[in-house]
């Protein structure tokens, strides 16, 4: 059965940087883009981008370029997402999804 | 950007009633909509792809329709396990863009 297992909850200091890693099984990994998304309360869903984890090609919303930095290590069938110059509006649940399938979720706290 | 407008907000109701979530575009997403339900604590799941196909394992009472920019979640008779938050997706274009949310609450 295909499953998303991400990394766990990171807390981190503003400016600093975390990785989150989404580890794909139960299906040919470089078969389906993987797409990331963030969640807060006041915010709600957003869309951050996804990879052609084939190709390693990206695409990125606009509004986190700079942010996010999407990569795939395709021998292990994990994908990654790396937030850098961490600042509150941060906090957020991560996801990683691949169609219908989503990951738990990674909680990313940033606070000094 | 397409936005997606999501009403209601907030929807009470009660075992067996059926009940209706909208999610309007700014422009036309061509049908390439999805419905997700989320429960506290959990990651969404979806229920409803390309506006009216129910996803495998999904009850039947779930369903969905609309073109264009307007699109309806239908549940034909909310059971227990359906008082949750909806959200709407649409991909259409890039950046895929997301409701607000309903959030189902008994009452």
């Known amino acids: 059965q295909v499953q998303l297992q991400q990394s766990g909850a990171e807390l981190a200091k503003p400016g600093s940087s975390v990785k989150i890693s989404c580890k794909a099984s139960g299906y040919t990994f470089t078969s389906y883009d993987i797409s990331w998304i963030k969640q807060t309360t006041g915010q709600g869903l957003e869309y951050i981008g996804y990879?052609?984890?084939?190709?390693?090609?990206?695409y990125y919303n606009e509004k986190f370029k700079g942010k996010a930095t999407l990569t795939v290590d395709k021998s292990s069938s994990t994908a990654f997402m790396q937030l850098s110059s961490l600042t509150p509006e941060d906090t957020a649940v991560y996801y990683c999804?691949?169609?219908?399938?989503w990951g738990q979720g990674t909680l990313v706290t940033v606070s000094s | 950007d397409i936005q997606m407008t999501q009403s209601p907000s907030f929807l009470s109701a009660s075992v067996g009633d059926r009940v209706t979530i909208n999610c309007k575009a700014s422009q036309n997403i061509n049908k390439y909509l999805n419905w997700y339900q989320q429960k506290l604590g959990e990651a969404p799941k979806r229920l409803i792809y390309?506006?009216?196909n129910l996803q495998t394992g999904i009850p039947s009472r779930f369903s969905g329709s609309g073109s264009g920019t307007d699109y309806t979640l239908t549940i034909s008779s909310l059971q227990p396990e359906d008082f949750a938050t909806y959200f709407c997706l649409q991909h259409n274009s890039f950046p895929w863009t997301f409701g607000g949310g309903t959030k189902l609450e008994l009452k």
């Open positions: 999804a691949r169609r219908a399938y």
């Open positions: 390309n506006t009216n």
């Open positions: 990879i052609n984890t084939g190709s390693g090609g990206t």
